[in-house]
């Protein structure tokens, strides 16, 4: 009896505290990515700035991956190469500014698979 009320204790704080986490933050900015041979194609071409998940959903027949690098800065998050008919995703915090998407397979890049993602 008592295990049992020790039990229910632990789940209602649980409850609690990840109903505190949801308040805190927004639900994130969504950006789907299609990759093709060779195309990248953005669900938004705008975003707001802040938390957001990023997905690259390869719908054509080779292995793709995404870079990702916002103008003026040299840093370049990613998502690592993802096989035809799968999805990756990267959840990031997006500062304002200017954001180039390409594929860095092979000369993907030069082909078209690339992409703008203005961040507001
Ligand atoms: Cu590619």
Same mark, same amino acid.
């Given at each position: 009896?008592? #295990? #049992? ?24 900015? *969504? ?12 669900? *938004? ?20 991956? #995404? ?33 180039? #998407? ?19």
């Amino acid at each position: 009896m008592r #295990l #049992l009320a020790v039990a229910f204790g632990v789940l209602a704080l649980h409850g609690v505290a990840e109903a505190g986490v949801a308040e805190d933050s927004a639900a994130p900015a *969504r950006v789907q990515v299609v990759a093709k041979e060779f195309s990248f194609g953005l669900s *938004r071409l705008n975003v707001k700035a802040g938390p957001a998940v990023i997905e690259l959903a390869n719908f054509g027949q080779d292995p793709h991956d #995404l870079r990702l690098q916002r103008a003026g800065s040299r840093h370049i998050a990613g998502i690592g190469v993802v096989a035809p008919g799968e999805r990756g995703e990267l959840s990031l915090k997006l500062a304002r500014g200017r954001y180039s #998407l390409w594929c860095s397979v092979a000369n993907h890049r030069k082909l078209g698979m690339r992409a703008t993602l203005v961040v507001r």
